[in-house]
T-cell receptor
Framework: GNSVTQMEGPVTLSEEAFLTINCTYT??????LFWYVQYPGEGLQLLLK?????DKGSNKGFEATYRKETTSFHLEKGSVQVSDSAVYFC???????????FGKGTTLSVSS | GAGVSQSPRYKVAKRGQDVALRCDPI?????LFWYQQALGQGPEFLTY????????KSGLPSDRFFAERPEGSVSTLKIQRTQQEDSAVYLC???????????????FGPGTRLTVL
């Protein structure tokens, strides 16, 4: 079945540093890909998504490109802020295209 | 508008007790999902409803887990004879449409943290 592997954390950065969190996937068919974020004390929120190859999802300065040739969907941000400290989850749709399959999550800690 | 709500937010149960976790999806959302999130892990799919029909229950870990959505709105996840390994956060999510559309965003509730002693 479909699966996702994401970079283990924690990731600790200084404010304004460049962020990359790696995510690779295994899938049959053409899944949709997502990044979800969980801020401290809050529920999971969709950060960005891409539904087909070469699509770029973007939101709040974060970007990720759906790369079919490398089966990757790496999350990037050019300049992180303290408020970006959270747990980030890479996810894809299952083979039925309904439920989500999540990675284990990467904790990002940004200090000023 | 109101998002997905779940109750209780925290539940402590003694091993062997039955528990019931409630999910109120966003009004009008057709699809409803339950996920289990163990400590330090990503959420794992448990079951999926489209209206009142349970279309997929392949993720339920054992026959002690049962979910229902009798009127196509509120859903209850019941765990019978709880075990310590059931300790986790149980997340509910809802989405507007059903079926195999290109994508319907899933909106997540805050979760219920279950601790089994």
């Amino acid at each position: 079945g479909n699966s996702v592997t994401q970079m283990e954390g924690p990731v600790t950065l200084s404010e304004e540093a460049f962020l990359t969190i790696n995510c690779t996937y295994t899938a049959t068919g053409y899944p949709s890909l997502f990044w979800y974020v969980q801020y401290p004390g809050e529920g999971l929120q969709l950060l960005l998504k891409a539904t087909k190859a070469d699509d770029k999802g973007s939101n709040k300065g974060f970007e990720a490109t759906y790369r079919k040739e490398t089966t990757s969907f790496h999350l990037e941000k050019g300049s992180v802020q303290v408020s970006d400290s959270a747990v980030y989850f890479c996810a894809l749709t299952d083979q039925a295209g309904t439920a989500l399959i999540f990675g284990k999550g990467t904790t990002l800690s940004v200090s000023s | 508008g109101a998002g997905v709500s779940q109750s209780p937010r925290y539940k402590v149960a003694k091993r062997g007790q039955d528990v019931a976790l409630r999910c109120d999806p966003i009004s009008g959302h057709v699809s409803l999902f339950w996920y289990q999130q163990a400590l330090g892990q990503g959420p794992e799919f448990l079951t999926y409803f489209q209206n009142e029909a349970q279309l997929d229950k392949s993720g339920l870990p054992s026959d002690r887990f049962f979910a229902e959505r009798p009127e196509g709105s509120v859903s209850t996840l019941k765990i019978q004879r709880t075990q310590q390994e059931d300790s986790a956060v149980y997340l509910c999510a809802s989405s507007l449409a059903g079926g195999h559309s290109s994508y319907n965003e899933q909106f997540f509730g805050p979760g219920t943290r279950l601790t089994v002693l």
